[in-house]
């Protein structure tokens, strides 16, 4: 028996599942919809006044399109109050029958499924994506387009959580680097330098996995790189990077100098082997030798993924001190001991 118990328990304790989110905004309700496919839809200025209003949560074939099995389109704008500008927010969208893309002001941030022609289906994978602080038009309106495709039976934004959440004990970062980021795949152990000129570089929205940003199905090595001003009021703190989830294994250098690292990287693929570091949360000391206030500091984080989704894909990402740091894994832990003391009691 305790053994069952254990594997329950090591199940529900597992990242996602020990989540708790609180709603930022309620998305539930009427969405501009139609049916067909163009990309076009995506766009943050086209113009669906004439589309057909639908209610969310529910399959489309109950609100009025019977029978219909293919691609269709959603469509919602809202405005996030300013006063959420410092969370790392979620788009959370319950199940969606069969395959998605989401669009936010335009951009892909997430999709889960296959489309035809290498059609597979998602229905009963539950949808979470980051939206990117560096594309939310705080205190203004924002534009969601979600694309869809269906094979048979019901299709649409089925059921769920429907709406913009964040985490509750979110860590307090001194600095907030999600955003755009230099990119680039490969491997040159030289890209760790400071002085390597990557303007040339794609750019990269942190965090989020590759595949959803232009790399779909790449497998391999990859390097991020950031640079930034430290302010001056953090110079006597001691601070540490962090990272949030990476998948799969990371190596973490900062003003060329390495920090860290989670799982054991090799130069050579064929000699990598990992397992669970990608539920891993990433957290790199910055040692006080390494750090320069006033002016720029680099990250450069190297990455290899061996197969699915690659990248530095959940947050949080920047800096934090050390002190807001254990305030956070304080309380992670006693989120931890609160399901054991629902399980078994005190």
Same mark, same amino acid.
């Given at each position: 028996?305790?053994?069952?118990?254990?594997?329950?328990?090591?199940?529900?304790?597992?990242?996602?599942?020990?989540?708790?989110?609180?709603?930022?905004?309620?998305?539930?309700?009427?969405?501009?919809?139609?049916?067909?496919?163009?990309?076009?839809?995506?766009?943050?200025?086209?113009?669906?006044?004439?589309?057909? /209003?639908?209610?969310?949560?529910?399959?489309?074939?109950?609100? %009025? @399109?019977?029978?219909?099995? $293919? +691609?269709?389109? *959603?469509?919602?704008?809202?405005?996030?109050?300013?006063?959420?500008?410092?969370?790392?927010?979620?788009?959370?969208?319950?199940?969606?029958?069969?395959?998605?893309?989401?669009?936010?002001?335009?951009?892909?941030?997430?999709?889960?499924g296959s489309f035809p022609p290498d059609y597979r289906t998602?229905y009963n994978e539950p949808r979470t994506y980051v939206l990117?602080?560096?594309?939310?038009?705080?205190?203004?309106?924002?534009?969601?387009?979600?694309?869809?495709?269906?094979?048979?039976?019901?299709?649409?934004?089925?059921?769920?959580?429907?709406?913009?959440?964040?985490?509750?004990?979110?860590?307090?970062?001194?600095?907030?680097?999600?955003?755009?980021?230099?990119?680039?795949?490969?491997?040159?152990?030289?890209?760790?330098?400071?002085?390597? /000129?990557?303007?040339?570089?794609?750019?990269?929205?942190?965090? %989020? @996995?590759?595949?959803?940003? $232009? +790399?779909?199905? *790449?497998?391999?090595?990859?390097?991020?790189?950031?640079?930034?001003?430290?302010?001056?009021?953090?110079?006597?703190?001691?601070?540490?990077?962090?990272?949030?989830?990476?998948?799969?294994?990371?190596?973490?250098?900062?003003?060329?100098?390495?920090?860290?690292?989670?799982?054991?990287m090799r130069d050579h693929p064929e000699d990598i082997r990992?397992?669970?570091?990608?539920?891993?949360?990433?957290?790199?000391?910055?040692?006080?030798?390494?750090?320069?206030?006033?002016?720029?500091?680099?990250?450069?984080?190297?990455?290899?993924?061996?197969?699915?989704?690659?990248?530095?894909?959940?947050?949080?990402?920047?800096?934090?001190?050390?002190?807001?740091?254990?305030?956070?894994?304080?309380?992670?832990?006693?989120?931890?001991?609160?399901?054991?003391?629902?399980?078994?009691?005190?």
């Amino acid at each position: 028996m305790r053994f069952y118990y254990l594997v329950f328990l090591l199940f529900v304790i597992q990242p996602g599942h020990s989540q708790q989110w609180e709603q930022v905004i309620n998305l539930r309700g009427t969405w501009k919809f139609e049916i067909g496919d163009n990309l076009k839809w995506a766009d943050t200025h086209f113009d669906d006044h004439s589309w057909t /209003n639908i209610h969310v949560p529910d399959s489309w074939e109950n609100e %009025g @399109f019977p029978g219909y099995d $293919g +691609y269709a389109w *959603y469509r919602r704008n809202f405005i996030i109050p300013t006063s959420e500008s410092e969370s790392e927010l979620y788009l959370r969208l319950g199940y969606i029958d069969d395959v998605d893309e989401v669009y936010f002001n335009g951009t892909l941030i997430g999709f889960t499924g296959s489309f035809p022609p290498d059609y597979r289906t998602a229905y009963n994978e539950p949808r979470t994506y980051v939206l990117p602080t560096s594309l939310i038009n705080f205190g203004k309106e924002n534009v969601l387009a979600i694309r869809v495709f269906d094979e048979q039976l019901e299709g649409g934004i089925l059921r769920g959580d429907i709406g913009v959440y964040k985490q509750r004990n979110q860590m307090e970062l001194a600095m907030n680097l999600s955003g755009e980021w230099k990119f680039r795949t490969g491997d040159n152990f030289s890209w760790k330098d400071e002085d390597i /000129n990557d303007s040339h570089w794609n750019t990269i929205l942190v965090p %989020g @996995f590759w595949e959803t940003q $232009g +790399y779909q199905d *790449y497998d391999g090595f990859a390097w991020y790189r950031k640079e930034f001003i430290l302010p001056k009021d953090l110079e006597n703190k001691k601070l540490i990077l962090v990272l949030g989830k990476i998948d799969d294994i990371d190596e973490c250098y900062f003003n060329g100098t390495k920090i860290g690292a989670t799982g054991r990287m090799r130069d050579h693929p064929e000699d990598i082997r990992f397992s669970n570091e990608y539920q891993e949360f990433r957290a790199y000391y910055l040692p006080a030798s390494d750090l320069r206030f006033g002016s720029k500091n680099t990250i450069a984080v190297r990455v290899y993924d061996g197969f699915i989704d690659g990248g530095i894909y959940q947050g949080p990402i920047g800096i934090t001190t050390r002190e807001k740091y254990l305030d956070w894994k304080n309380t992670q832990s006693r989120d931890t001991f609160n399901i054991f003391e629902k399980l078994f009691g005190k």
